[in-house]
């Protein structure tokens, strides 16, 4: 069989089928080519540069991309296996296994990669309650190209998660006086958390990047015990700095404002410590939240330590990872949990050009 890129001329009326058949053409003279290479020892173009027998059967009319046969020609990984660019030094040693996105862009919430993510919390132990506690959420990392210079990409990140509470200490009461006979107790519940969705408008810098945005909690808890019934508005920041090699540092917090009289002012920061460990395995701080409500004085800070790997499997890259928490009895006050453990999945994709 032969087909050459003058065959598909005919059908250019449908770019879709012209693209198609080109493609058709471009893998058989990839075949042939590669044939030949081997049988006179030559190789059949430079890494990184089309050949030149593929530039010219495009007849003057541009494919949308090269993506397509450049596969054809690069060996596995080569051109990739350095992760995405902009995260200091992480595409030397923190690049995924096989290609694609880095895990030190994985591990920053700044880095403009799609992510959508799965991720559970199982707490055996809570302080000032009884039996344990889950937490399921889905989160979805989107970034947006502006129009700015200043702020070149918005970042967002939506969460909305899935509780099972622990039984509360304590309990509600209903009989007169100091009776606690008709007393109803604090089981544990179950449902929808609130929505949290959170942003940043982000700034590059030759040493990293910081940024700020906009945010908010939506009441979509299906049950009082889960959340807090309010809207709020959530301001949000982040600094991060990877201009040492193999770490990324840094920090992101946000601010909770109740906009009616049900809600409560909190604040929440997440250490960012994350060392890269090469072939796309990391190690680090967690990704979970100290929290820190102004209005009740309660407050958790627990401590975590993440393994994680961004991983290639079936041409799909993936961020898995696994976190210890535990809270001394000196770093909270009011419920918290004690110790867990946290599993999550995240499926990566670059972000749209």
Not at 144 to 167: C, G, H, M, N, Y
Not at 181 to 195: R, T, V
Not at 286 to 295: A, K, P, Q, T, V
């Amino acid at each position: 069989m032969h087909l050459a890129a003058e065959d598909c001329q005919d059908i250019g009326v449908s770019e879709m089928l012209r693209i198609e058949c080109h493609k058709l053409a471009i893998s058989l003279a990839a075949i042939v080519c590669v044939s030949s290479g081997i049988a006179s020892g030559q190789t059949c173009s430079q890494p990184g540069q089309p050949p030149a027998v593929f530039e010219q059967a495009s007849w003057g009319k541009p494919l949308p991309s090269h993506s397509y046969y450049e596969s054809l020609w690069l060996p596995e990984g080569e051109g990739q296996e350095n992760g995405s660019q902009g995260s200091g030094s992480a595409g030397e040693s923190g690049g995924s296994s096989g290609g694609g996105a880095s895990a030190a862009d994985a591990t920053n919430p700044t880095a403009a990669i799609k992510v959508f993510q799965v991720q559970n919390s199982f707490v055996p132990n809570t302080y000032e309650a009884s039996g344990y506690s889950n937490v399921f959420s889905l989160q979805a990392v989107l970034p947006f190209k502006t129009r700015s210079e200043f702020f070149p990409t918005w970042i967002t990140r939506t969460t909305l998660p899935v509780i099972s509470t622990a039984d509360p200490d304590g309990s509600i009461p209903i009989g007169p006086g100091n009776d606690t006979d008709f007393d109803i107790p604090l089981f544990s519940q179950a449902g929808l958390g609130d929505l949290v969705f959170i942003s940043l408008f982000n700034h590059p810098t030759d040493w990293g990047s910081w940024g700020i945005g906009p945010g908010f909690v939506a009441p979509s808890a299906t049950r009082a015990e889960l959340g807090e019934q309010s809207w709020k508005f959530t301001p949000t920041f982040a600094v991060i700095n990877t201009s040492k090699k193999d770490w990324t540092l840094g920090i992101l917090g946000m601010y909770n404002f109740p906009l009616d009289a049900r809600g409560s002012r909190s604040f929440q920061i997440q250490p960012l410590i994350v060392k890269q460990l090469g072939k796309g395995w990391y190690t680090g701080w967690g990704d979970d939240l100290w929290s820190f409500n102004s209005e009740s004085g309660n407050f958790a800070m627990p401590l975590q330590l993440r393994l994680g790997r961004v991983k290639k499997i079936r041409d799909k890259n993936y961020n898995i990872a696994v976190t210890g928490i535990y809270t001394p009895e000196d770093l909270h006050r009011g419920p918290a949990p004690e110790w867990g453990i946290k599993f999550s999945i995240g499926r990566l994709l670059p972000a749209s050009k």
